[in-house]
């Protein structure tokens, strides 16, 4: 069984720093993208970041310029950078995966179970 699990989220002033972490666990073949979606109270889930496995990046514009993804393949683990924090940065933060788990299977995608980052004076 593939299972994410996140970390690094907690509540931290305006202007402040966090990185969260995902790590992939369980039997895989391969990781295709990774990506950070997050869902504020009220508000539907939107795509943060994402990184394709060659390393290739993508940002929602909100972030640009403050958020940083990256992902060490080795140890199956994906990070988000986040600095400059803002009030409307405070949200449940989920990591998700396209897993391929075997050599002849097809990918599917895996969630995490979510780390809240609040910004809050």
């Known amino acids: 069984q593939v299972q994410l699990v996140e970390s690094g989220g907690g509540l931290v002033q305006p202007g402040g720093s966090l990185r969260l972490s995902c790590v992939a666990s369980g039997s895989m073949f391969f990781i295709y993208a990774m990506r950070w979606y997050r869902q504020a109270p009220g508000k539907q889930r939107e795509l943060v970041a994402s990184i394709a496995s060659g390393g290739s990046t993508n940002y929602a514009d909100s972030v640009k310029g403050r958020f940083t993804i990256s992902r060490d393949n080795a140890k199956k683990t994906v990070y988000l950078q986040m600095i400059s924090l803002k009030p409307e940065d405070t949200a449940v933060y989920y990591c998700?995966?396209?897993?391929?788990?075997?050599?002849?299977?097809?990918?599917?995608?895996?969630w995490g179970q979510g780390t809240q980052v609040t910004v809050s004076s």
């Open positions: 998700n995966a396209e897993i391929q788990r075997d050599q002849v299977g097809v990918p599917n995608d895996y």
